[in-house]
C-alpha cells in the first residue's frame, strides 16, 4: 500500500496497539483469562470500546461491569492480564502498512508513539516488532496524567518533537485516540481499514 502523508504536515505520531503492531488479539486474550481467572467475562466489543485507554482503566471498568467490587483490585487484574500477555507477546507482528510509513519517513521527519499501554509492555512490543530503533520519542500511560480522549499523550508527544500540532499527522485505530489527536488539532488518521484484524 502506497501511502503519502498529508500535505504541510511536519511531524509524525503513531499509536502503538493496533496501529504500528498488531497486538490486540493478544490483548485482549490477556484480559480474558485475567477476567476467567477472577470470574468475569469480556467480549471484543468490550474491549473495542477501550482501545486506547491505560490497564487499570480498563480493569476499573471490568469490576464495574461484572460486580466484583471488593473481590478483586485494580492490580490484581492487571497483573495477571500482564503477565498472561507478557507469555504470548513474542507472536506480535507490525501492521506493515503503517510501518511502511515509519521506515519511509525515519529521518526525514519527527516521529513519536504515543500510547495508552504499559511503559514496559510497548518497549518489549517495539522490540519484537524491530521498530524500536526508529523512535525517540516514546509517550506511554506512565508518562502523563490524562489519558485518551484527553489530548495529553499527543501534545507531550508535539512538545518533545518540538513541531507545532497543527502539523503533526497522527495514526491511530482507536475512537478514543482519534478523538484525542482532533482534540489537540492535529490530522487524525484511521488505519482500521488499512489490514484485517482478527479479533
Known amino acids: 500500500m502506497k501511502y503519502d502523508i498529508k500535505k504541510g504536515i511536519k511531524g509524525l505520531i503513531f499509536d502503538l496497539d493496533g496501529t504500528l503492531a498488531d497486538t490486540m488479539p493478544y490483548h485482549f486474550e490477556g484480559w480474558k483469562k485475567a ?66 510509513i515509519v521506515r519511509k519517513y525515519y529521518r526525514k521527519l519527527p516521529m513519536a508513539v504515543g500510547t495508552g499501554g504499559h511503559r514496559e509492555a510497548v518497549i518489549r512490543t517495539l522490540e519484537i516488532t524491530g521498530l524500536r530503533k526508529y523512535f525517540d520519542i516514546i509517550v506511554t500511560a506512565n508518562d502523563v496524567d490524562n489519558f485518551k480522549p484527553h489530548p495529553e499523550t499527543f501534545l507531550k508527544c508535539a512538545e518533545l518533537m518540538n513541531v507545532d500540532p497543527a502539523h503533526i499527522e497522527v495514526f491511530e485505530d482507536g475512537d478514543l485516540g482519534i478523538e484525542a489527536a482532533r482534540m489537540a488539532g492535529m490530522v487524525a488518521t484511521d488505519v482500521r481499514s488499512w489490514y484485517n484484524s482478527n479479533w
Not at 474491549?47 to 480493569?59: D, E, Q
Not at 490484581?76 to 502498512?97: A, M, R, S, Y
Open 35 to 100: 477476567c476467567i481467572k477472577y470470574g468475569a467475562d469480556i467480549d471484543p466489543a468490550f474491549l473495542r470500546k477501550h482501545t486506547g485507554s491505560p490497564g487499570w482503566i480498563i480493569a476499573s471498568e471490568i469490576i464495574k461491569k461484572c460486580g466484583l467490587d471488593g473481590t478483586v483490585t485494580i492490580d490484581q487484574i492487571v497483573e495477571e492480564k500482564l503477565d498472561q500477555f507478557h507469555k504470548i507477546q513474542p507472536n506480535v507482528k507490525p501492521i506493515k502498512p503503517v510501518a511502511d
